[in-house]
């Protein structure tokens, strides 16, 4: 075993769960929810946001109760500075996203530090995208984005900005960290595509204003969520080299997306 095998820790396991948000929620949804969270729910005025909201709540609940061993409605969260829930103490490690019909859930162990981040967005092509991408990439990005071929930007608009996203989830600043103080590049065809030559290859940070960080901190994994969907995983890397090779701890059994519908009862899904 290498040397940077060793390095990581036995227990640093992940999981990716997918709720399937086009289902109707239940009652049995919204009995696991804290009185907070039902609060929040009953301030949705739309119906589709408040049943995204509800639904994807109940089954964050239901994948940390399982791996701590207690009841969905007991598992106590708290929410950071900037929006960011988590488990007091981090005795887990979580981060969600949902967009249409689609949650995603990463769960790891603590090992992970609570740094890690998903972001899952409905790829539709908009005549906005050229405005967003001038607005909320860095240079570089942006000029990715804007040389490449009108029908591949669509595709390109969403990798950059779930894999931004993602950056920022693992942090848990939000916007209140500008989203063109760092820079990512994509995968592409053996080498880090929109990255300077030579790359090796893999969605990678590319550069980062935020104090104290640097790019080989950080592992990225694109997901296939389904068609028009993109979604993107950021999270700590355990190894901290340079080194293109999948991290050892991402294998096919962590990056399998499992779903989240088969941890509710039968009569509740
Ligand atoms: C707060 C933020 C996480 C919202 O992101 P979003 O894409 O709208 O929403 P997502 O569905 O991906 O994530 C929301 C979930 O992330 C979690 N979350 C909330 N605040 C968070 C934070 N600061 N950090 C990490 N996770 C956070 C919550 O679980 C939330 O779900 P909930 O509302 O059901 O509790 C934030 O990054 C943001 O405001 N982004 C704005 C979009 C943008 O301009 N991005 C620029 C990219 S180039």
Redo the contacts with the bound molecule.
Sequence with gaps: MSASRRRVPDDAWLELWRVDLAAEGTDADVGLLSAAERNRAERFVVPAPRRQ?VR??AA?RRILARRLGCAPGAVKLVT?E????SLPGGTLSF?????ADIALVVVGAACWGGRL?????RAAPERRLERLARR??AEDEAAFFLAAPPGRQTDIFYR??TL??AY??S?????TFS?RRFSVALAEAGRSEGGPPGQPAGPRLLRTEMPGDRPQAWSFVELDVGAHYRAALCLPSLRGTLDSRPEPYLDEEATRLRDATDLAPPDQR
């Design positions: 909201f994807t709540r964050l950071g900037h929006g960011k829930p981060n969600v996203s949902h967009s981040g998903i972001d899952v967005e909320f990439f950059l900005w931004k996203e920022l989830k942090w848990g600043t939000g916007l989203s």
